[in-house]
């Protein structure tokens, strides 16, 4: 041997605690893949069970595992910052499991690899966030794609497919942009590396043109993952053909993982170059309110018009990224951490009421509901108002901190489109609300979904935990917005 | 005894009573028992209505600031805080939506036929929420409550209303939503520029009353905070929700919307918009009284113009609301207690109206006015109330309009004599929509365009509105109780518009200019 071990590992700083939640994971998406082999179809539902299982023993590991040491050689930070978005993750995925059980077997496509699947989906958001190199990312954001293009079409229907093929094509573009983004990056300061990036962004030329290419790619790429406008046309189609858990695992956890990277990245390496990219996010996220918010008015379909809140919520807090100061970052992590809850739990109903054969999706499906189902119909408006931004549910207190941020900052006229939006989304997400509340159901569509709709345990306990933090998250954001200061506070 | 009385905090008890009543009424009474919800219901609104006796009992009207005040942290990082107090200009307002709840609760007796305890829960939750925004003084606080007070509004129209229930609905959301976003960015702006300026960050309104922020920042506060209350007054030209909604409301939502609701706008202004922002009160001022005065002639003409009984009512809400906006950016003492008379007056009186045209209503589902004559002569008890209402809306003297009206117009004099002449003009287009309707419905030949049978007040429907009307004579004829009880407050506003507006200034100009004699007193004495 030529070179000594113990110098190597000195080098390359092999921590493996910086790593631990990431190992975990991939220890439970084996565990399940093994049990997987040994189980017969109709015992499928118990691999959710372990799933579940192993999130929770993770979560509190993820939560805590904090060394704000680089470590693999600089590749992988385990700072309080990933451990936020970590949490964010599991919580998220912990709920997809949940309803994924019931909700398989309703439209009878129980397959085991779905839940590693998810874990793998899991593990490549938390390398995202933990990254602190442009490689180590593109890893974890390939693995985070794959894994959603498989679950996507997992539901093997015609709108699936088309969902999937459109997610799967438009993506891999958006990677190519993404990779193409990084060789520029790595052209102009000669390492992948965030930390040497931010060292050297001092002594850099500010007119740098390949600095400029690569800021534009790199942001369109992230553009895709959030579903910002121009880039948001596979979402609805996306949301719309995949199981609904997923859905609601992908509009939460690869939106929030793709705002952890925008936030190391932006506030970290290339804060430097504020003026550059401020003003290219700042029309991102104008546009991505506007359209996002408009585009909904018109649609027809549950999960479509959630598909574009999800947009015109990517365009929010894209004001925050803008903004990109500590308490910016925060209310984008708060953020973050209330969309989990309200957007999982409006999923969770909307899981609860489609039908066997995918429909039920429809808006006039829940015409009515509260005259049959008064509480899911109450928690139905409490998530809607809170997407809408109505005290005092969490949804209003995230849109005010980041609101504030961006008066703090004097982003006057971004905070004004923002308010334009948000009442331009009060249209659908009340039209909606008046459904359920103001409307006789349809002659045809009687009783259907509402009848056809049986509230299981976990259906009620999620929706009983998503409600509950909702409001309690816009009560008293105290403890999570401070968690989310003294996480940026690091970065 | 006084110790407990001093720590006992009776305002968030005020606050949270009745939403405490509604979800008891949501949990535990099951939908068909309709005699125990309305009586519970009915329990709970007297019962805070008795509490709010306590307010006026040990009230000292020599003490301008708050009384009764609860203070606690919320959000500390923010300075953000729970902040309750209730002085002479909430004092009255308290009183009033404490009372009108009562009304309100009796008035939908029979009214409602379905989710009948989900509406009583909304009044309650109502109540909760505009009481909320009266005596919250921490700007965060209020604008929870400010917002959170349109959804069982929303619902009240949007489910037991008449018609274009979905539509009025719809339309009033968004009017108030809109504003009331652009008033939480004024409220930002002025939260950021007090901090920066004096290094305390903090939504308290009563430090942020200390130090104003410069008159160039108040300009754009002020056209924020302009959007979010005009909303709510309405004021010409954004009252357009308001006939929808009022017309398609049932009788109890019309009258919490027309004797709360539209106060909380008037209400943000008095106590919000000129002490924090007193340059750009005065430099909007004219503005506003003209077009307070375009409200008040606008709208009587309009009222003219209608049909619908219910309609007259609701746009000659939008005249009396425009003679509340006169009084208070008459911004003199006159004008503030005749503003601040006129609201509880409209409150009184405009209630009394829906609620009169409510029962007639109830009888015959029609409320055409071409459908009836000479009511008079079939109902003598409904037409005495209805009667002693419409002299009170007109203002006659010995009741309560007159008082109120007097002041605003002796208040307008003071700052602009001819715009004085003008309001004129809206007091007596009002006697003629208000007489001509009284004329058309009530004197004649009996004459009744349908079958129904038309039976005289019943006890429930005597006592709902004698409530009414004992206030209208109360204050038409010893107006002095209810003028003391607002003074001291009153002159704070004024004292605080006078020293923030030269503080402002002062602040905005820099020490080697200050020394020059500032020009823009002189000027406003001089006309």
């Known amino acids: 041997m030529i070179f000594n071990n113990a110098a190597i590992m000195q080098t390359l700083n092999v921590n493996l605690n910086a790593v631990a939640p990431v190992a975990l994971m991939t220890v439970l998406a084996i565990v399940l893949m093994v049990i997987d082999f040994f189980l017969k179809r109709e015992n499928k539902f118990s691999l959710g069970i372990v799933t579940l299982i192993g999130l929770v023993l993770i979560l509190p590991v993820a939560a805590t595992t904090v060394d704000p040491a680089p470590a693999f050689g600089g590749m992988v930070i385990a700072d309080a910052y990933a451990a936020f978005f970590n949490v964010v993750f599991i919580i998220a995925a912990i709920f997809a499991v949940v309803i994924s059980n019931d909700y398989l077997r309703k439209i009878s496509s129980e397959r085991g690899e779905y839940y590693y699947i998810i874990i793998f989906a899991t593990i490549g958001m938390m390398v995202m966030a933990s990254a602190n190199d442009l490689v180590n990312l593109y890893v974890g954001l390939e693995l985070m794609s794959l894994s959603f293009y498989i679950l996507v079409a997992m539901r093997r229907s015609a709108t699936g497919a088309e969902g999937a093929l459109k997610y799967f094509i438009l993506g891999a573009f958006s990677s190519g942009i993404l990779l193409y983004g990084i060789t520029f990056t790595y052209g102009f300061a000669g390492t992948t590396n965030l930390t040497e990036i931010a060292r050297m962004g001092v002594n850099l030329s500010s007119a740098n043109h390949y600095l400029l290419i690569a800021i534009i790619m790199l942001v369109a790429g992230f553009a895709f993952k959030i579903a910002a406008f121009p880039f948001h046309l596979w979402s609805p189609d996306a949301y719309e053909g995949a199981p609904t858990p997923v859905t609601a695992l992908l509009s939460v956890g690869s939106k929030a993982a793709a705002f952890a990277f925008f936030l190391r990245f932006f506030g970290g390496a290339f804060h430097e170059f504020h003026a550059h990219w401020a003003g290219l996010l700042w029309i991102l996220s104008a546009a991505t309110m506007l359209v996002g918010a408009t585009v909904a008015i018109q649609q027809k379909n549950i999960v479509r018009m959630l598909a574009y809140s999800s947009i015109a919520h990517a365009g929010i807090i894209l004001i925050g990224v803008v903004v990109m100061n500590g308490f910016a970052s925060a209310g984008v992590m708060f953020y973050m951490f209330v969309y989990a809850f309200m957007n999982m739990g409006a999923f969770t109903v909307v899981a609860l009421m489609a039908r066997n054969d995918g429909t039920g999706k429809s808006i006039s499906d829940y015409k009515g509901l509260a005259g049959r189902r008064p509480v899911l119909a109450f928690v139905m408006a409490l998530f809607l108002l809170s997407l809408a931004g109505i005290p005092p549910t969490g949804g209003f207190t995230a849109k005010f901190f980041i609101l504030a941020s961006a008066i703090e900052a004097r982003y006057y006229w971004l905070a004004a489109i923002g308010v334009i939006s948000t009442v331009i989304s009060l249209f659908f997400y009340a039209k909606v609300i008046f459904y359920m509340y103001m409307k006789e159901p349809d002659a045809l569509d009687d009783m259907a979904p509402v009848t056809q709709a049986p509230s299981t345990l976990a259906y009620n306990i999620i929706i009983f935990i998503t409600a509950v933090s909702t409001m309690v998250l816009g009560l008293c954001p105290t403890p999570v917005m401070d968690m989310a200061i003294a996480a940026v506070s690091h970065l | ?527």
């Not at chain 2, 989710?115 to 604008?143: H, I, N, P, Q, R």
């Not at chain 2, 609201?343 to 009186?349: A, D």
């Not at chain 2, 039976?455 to 038409?476: P, S, V």
Request: hydrophobic share 55%; proline share 4%.
């Open chain 2, 1 to 527: 005894m006084h110790e407990i009385a001093a720590t006992f905090p009776i305002l968030s008890t005020l606050i949270f009573l009745p939403a405490v009543g509604a979800l008891l009424i949501i949990f535990f009474a099951r939908p068909e028992r309709r005699e125990l919800i309305r009586w519970s219901a009915l329990g709970f609104s007297l019962l805070e209505f008795v509490f709010s006796l306590y307010l006026p009992l040990t009230y000292d009207t020599a003490n301008p600031g708050l009384q009764w005040v609860e203070r606690g942290v919320w959000i500390k990082r923010f300075g953000i805080n729970y902040i309750l107090g209730v002085d002479g200009i909430t004092l009255l307002l308290v009183l009033l939506t404490t009372l009108v709840t009562i009304v309100c609760v009796l008035a939908s007796w029979n009214d409602i036929k379905v989710k009948f305890k989900w509406f009583m829960a909304m009044l309650l939750f109502t109540e909760t929420c505009s009481l909320g925004v009266f005596m919250s003084m921490d700007l965060f606080l209020f604008y929870i409550f400010w917002e959170a007070v349109l959804l069982p509004m929303v619902f009240i129209i949007g489910i037991w209303g008449g018609g274009r229930k979905l539509y009025s609905a719809i339309k009033f959301f968004i009017f108030t939503f809109v504003g009331s976003l652009f008033m939480l960015l004024g409220v930002l702006v002025l939260y950021f520029y007090h901090g920066a300026a004096t290094g305390v960050y903090t939504f308290d309104s009563t430090i942020l009353f200390q130090n104003p922020v410069i008159p160039a920042v108040q300009f754009w506060i002020f056209i924020a905070f302009f959007l979010g209350f005009a909303v709510k007054v309405p004021l010409f030209p954004l009252h357009t929700w308001l006939p929808d909604a009022h017309t398609e409301a049932p009788t109890a939502g019309s009258i919490v919307l027309a004797a709360v609701l539209l106060k909380l706008g008037t209400y943000g202004f008095l106590r919000f918009s000129l002490p924090l922002l007193p340059n750009a009160s005065m430099r909007f001022a004219p503005l506003l009284m003209v077009i307070s005065i375009i409200a008040i002639i606008y709208g009587a003409l309009v009222t003219i113009a209608q049909k619908d009984m219910k309609k007259v009512v609701a746009y000659s809400s939008v005249s009396h609301m425009g003679f509340v906006m006169l009084g208070i950016f008459a911004l003199n003492i006159d004008g503030f207690r005749g503003g601040l008379l006129q609201m509880i007056n409209h409150g009184v009186s405009t209630g009394a109206l829906f609620l009169l045209v409510g029962m007639i209503y109830e009888r015959t589902h029609t409320r055409n006015i071409g459908d009836y004559k000479g009511l008079m002569k079939t109902m003598p008890v409904f037409g005495a109330f209805f009667l002693i209402t419409v002299l009170s809306s007109m203002g006659l003297p010995s009741t309560n309009g007159f008082v109120g009206e007097l002041f605003i117009l002796i208040g307008a004099f003071q700052a602009y004599p001819l715009y004085a002449v003008f309001a004129v003009v809206g007091v007596l287009l009002g006697a003629v929509y208000l007489l001509w309707l009284f004329q058309r419905v009530f004197m004649g030949d009996f004459f009744y365009n349908g079958k129904h049978v038309l039976e005289d007040l019943c006890f429930r429907e005597i006592i709902t509105g004698a409530a009414l009307l004992i206030l209208i004579f109360w204050i038409g004829l010893c107006p002095k109780v209810f003028i003391k009880s607002m003074d001291a407050s009153l002159n704070e506003v004024v004292r605080l518009v006078d020293v923030n507006s030269k503080k402002a200034l002062a602040a905005a100009q820099p020490p080697v200019v200050a020394a020059v004699e500032p020009q823009a007193p002189a000027s406003r004495v001089g006309r």
